[in-house]
């Protein structure tokens, strides 16, 4: 396995390596839900390519951006055990030199959701994601599920930056009791932790209604959002069921859609969601520029 830091060294590496290429974007503090995109990543391709950089531009508040997590030597021993070829560890003046002066801005998939309660979030996701895309120019990219708007709102740039990257989503990685794994759950107490598979618990409900028949949007966030109160650490940020591939609240859940929401324990947020009907974000599926 190779590391390389500089973009004149991805490039020079990525120079020799056998195609099609794929490319695993990740912030470090690496667990089985990267693991997992990093296996299927080697299932498709030739070469597989992981980026470990934490995005100053993409966290709203700094305090979240200086605690986030960080094991840059455990995370590259993850990687050579997954067999990964190259990783690429940039410093943030490699990846924004002085004198970077451009966002990339997604409309309205980005708007709602994460997009309103952190803003300015996917700005720099999609900027991040727009130069590591253009850079690696890697066939296939994959990103996980549990941050569906997230994967939606990168097609969206991908697609109409008309960059020629495959974007695919990969299904959640779930604990035993059903949290889903993030980098974010280390700062759990452990009482939070204890209490935070209710974000799962809450979205089960709502599908076990919907499931059972339930088509207005207000029981199913209703539904969520008994569970979540339910439960004194737990402080419900937004619960969401919104249209499947353009995000907006529904009234009536007729077609695909994604059941989300975002909860508070102390000063750790955490997300997660769950589609209903086909795939809100395309568990599978593949969109070609
Ligand atoms: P992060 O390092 O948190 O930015 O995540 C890097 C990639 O891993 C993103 O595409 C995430 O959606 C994905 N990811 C994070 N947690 C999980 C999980 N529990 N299951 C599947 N994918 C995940």
């Known amino acids: 396995m190779k590391v390389v830091r500089t973009r004149a ?18 912030m470090g503090w690496l667990h089985q839900g990267h693991r997992e995109l990093i296996r299927r990543a080697r299932s498709d391709n030739a070469t597989t390519v992981v980026t470990i950089f934490v995005n100053p531009r ?7 951006y200086t605690k986030y997590p960080r094991n840059e030597e455990r995370d590259l021993a993850m990687c050579s055990d997954e067999g990964v070829d190259l990783v690429f560890a940039p410093g943030v003046e490699e990846i924004y030199p002085p004198g970077f002066d451009t966002a990339v801005s997604v409309g309205a998939v980005a708007r709602p959701l994460e997009g309103a309660a952190r803003p300015g979030h996917f700005d720099g996701v ?10 690696v120019g890697a066939e296939r990219a ?19 930056l008309a960059i020629g990257t495959d974007v695919l989503a990969c299904p959640t990685v779930r604990e035993p009791d059903g949290l889903a794994l993030s980098s974010r759950n280390v700062h759990l107490s452990p009482a939070e932790r204890s209490t935070a598979p209710v974000l799962h618990r809450a979205l089960l409900a709502a599908r076990r209604r919907w499931e059972s028949g339930e ?24 619960v969401s069921v919104a249209d499947g ?42 969109e070609r520029v």
Do not use: H
């Not at 060294?9 to 990740?26: D, S, Y």
């Not at 994959?142 to 109409?160: N, P, T």
């Open 9 to 26: 060294e991805l490039r020079e590496a990525l120079g020799a390596a056998p195609r099609p290429v794929g490319l695993v974007p990740t």
């Open 58 to 64: 993409q966290f709203n508040e700094a305090a979240d």
């Open 126 to 135: 999609a900027t991040v994601v727009a130069v590591l895309f253009n850079l």
């Open 142 to 160: 994959y990103f996980g599920q549990k941050d569906a708007q997230q994967v939606m709102v990168i097609r969206q740039m991908a697609c109409d």
């Open 215 to 238: 088509r207005s949007g207000d029981a199913l966030r209703d539904a969520m959002w008994q569970v979540l109160t339910a439960e004194p650490l737990a402080r419900p940020d937004y």
């Open 245 to 286: 591939s353009t995000l907006a609240e529904l009234e009536r859940v007729d077609g695909p859609a994604l059941l989300s929401l975002a909860v508070r324990f102390g000063s750790t947020r955490l997300i997660d969601n769950e589609p209903l009907g086909a795939p809100a974000s395309g568990t599978d599926r593949r």
